[in-house]
């Protein structure tokens, strides 16, 4: 790869008394996980130059489990199928697992790397600090002026460039909880992304807080290792298996969707189909669900109600407070852990990008055209910012395609590219979803993949028609 001198050139501009070295039309991706390789791929293949930024010194992201920062613990295994997390021109090995491991995960990601050529346009351990706009000279969609530095120090640089791909993921930045008497407690507290391996939790007496996906998986490992496990939700949940019918769970709801159904017929038939699985965990303590199956992002855990049912993970209601050597609960009872796991999710973070670029309301919530194009400039995306009902990947390969053929439009022909960024930009507030979702963080960025894509696919044909 080429040296950052080599790449800036000469100053071409300058900024607050800093030189902006221009790189013409190249785009910048900022982050090289599963989202980021796809859209290098796909803006190549659009016959874009590509800079991207990745702070760690390997691709994966998130899914990198090599990197410190990493959230995936050592038995970390997909919780939607192969079919529904692979991208579309790159199929998973066949004989590798219906879910893969994490470690899989990174192999793949790395032969995709490999496959595509692109880690010579990626430029590893290099931090983003900053994106701003920039006026073109020549009146044309704005241009971004992105300042970099190695993530170990140096001299920052500022790049100039004639888009914005943010690939950088959403689950960076945990959310903790704020809870009367925690700062005295006296047990140990972590949150789910501190949390690696089972030898954490061994002998101990665990209280896991929060009932998504990481929070089920850690208290079954608790229920294995800890002396003791207890699981602390404020709601009731539908804990779908991870098969049902002999096949991988996403694939039957795939085949439901595809007959097109009524959305509350399809609703009755899966809310039957894990109560003919799974059964009434109102038996062993949990709260009954207060809302509708697919109203809330799927939990996906097959072993979490063998535990319950073998006595190893003891169901609790939500914390009113916690005191030095115990925590007390919303229906008077006390628990005395040793170890609080808060598995409460994560919160977005662009901290690189000024609020208003991404239209971010009151509550920390961006809110994007598509889900994915700044509704104030056409040339800034956000890729993979999903919480899709299945895998993700899927869903980022055609985000990226459109987010590539978008800029070759904006570039061709940019009034009927503005016509269509209009209507795009009315229709910003909408959900894809198949019905009513619960308006919490953890469902900012829910999406149902089939309601998604479809939309996806409506746009692609859109911008064909204006090329």
């Excluded at 880690?119 to 020549?138: L, Q």
């Excluded at 894990?274 to 855990?301: Q, S, W, Y």
């Excluded at 009872?333 to 991404?358: I, M, S």
């Excluded at 998604?452 to 204006?466: D, I, P």
Aim: charged share 25%; glycine share 8%.
């Amino acid at each position: 790869m080429t040296s950052f001198d080599e790449l800036a050139g000469g100053a071409t501009h300058w900024r607050d008394g800093e030189p902006v070295y221009d790189r013409g039309d190249t785009v910048c991706v900022i982050g090289a996980g599963g989202t980021g390789l796809a859209a290098i791929k796909n803006l190549r293949e659009a016959g874009f130059g590509v800079d991207c930024y990745e702070r760690e010194t390997g691709v994966g992201g998130g899914w990198n489990w090599r990197h410190d920062r990493s959230p995936v613990y050592a038995s970390t295994h997909l919780i939607s199928s192969k079919p529904f997390t692979q991208f579309p021109d790159f199929p998973m090995p066949d004989d590798w697992p219906d879910y893969p491991h994490h470690s899989q995960l990174l192999t793949y990601f790395e032969r995709y790397a490999d496959h595509f050529s692109l880690r010579e346009h990626i430029w590893f351990g290099t931090d983003v600090s900053r994106v701003e706009p920039a006026d073109d000279p020549d009146g044309g969609p704005p241009r971004w002026d992105v300042t970099v530095r190695g993530s170990r120090g140096g001299a920052p640089r500022t790049m100039r460039y004639a888009a914005v791909v943010a690939a950088n993921g959403h689950n960076w930045s945990p959310k903790m909880p704020e809870y009367e008497g925690l700062a005295e407690f006296r047990g140990k507290v972590i949150h789910a992304s501190q949390y690696k391996d089972a030898a954490q939790l061994r002998g101990r007496k665990v209280l896991v807080v929060g009932a998504g996906n990481s929070g089920c998986d850690i208290a079954v490992e608790a229920a294995q290792q800890a002396a003791k496990c207890w699981h602390s939700t404020r709601r009731g949940y539908w804990y779908a298996p991870k098969y049902a019918l002999g096949k991988p769970a996403d694939q039957v709801n795939d085949r439901i969707l595809a007959m097109r159904l009524p959305f509350r017929l399809r609703q009755w038939l899966l809310q039957r189909t894990i109560a003919m699985t799974v059964g009434d965990l109102t038996r062993f303590g949990l709260k009954a669900p207060d809302h509708g199956l697919l109203e809330m992002h799927p939990l996906v855990n097959s072993q979490l109600p063998y535990y319950l049912g073998h006595g190893g993970i003891t169901p609790l209601p939500d914390i009113k407070r916690f005191e030095r050597t115990e925590v007390v609960l919303s229906d008077g009872r006390t628990v005395e852990p040793d170890l609080v796991v808060f598995a409460t999710g994560y919160l977005p973070n662009f901290d690189f990008l000024a609020p208003e670029l991404l239209s971010t309301d009151a509550t920390g919530r961006p809110r994007l055209a598509l889900q994915m194009l700044s509704r104030t400039h056409p040339t800034l995306a956000v890729a993979g910012l999903l919480q899709p009902d299945s895998g993700v990947f899927t869903l980022a390969h055609w985000q990226t395609v459109f987010i590539a053929q978008w800029l070759r439009v904006l570039d061709a022909s940019p009034a009927r590219a503005q016509a269509l960024w209009a209507k795009l930009r009315q229709d910003g507030d909408r959900r894809f979803t198949a019905g009513k979702v619960t308006d919490s963080t953890r469902h900012w960025f829910e999406v149902s993949h089939f309601v998604y894509l479809q939309e996806l696919e409506k746009s692609l044909h859109e911008l064909e028609a204006v090329r």
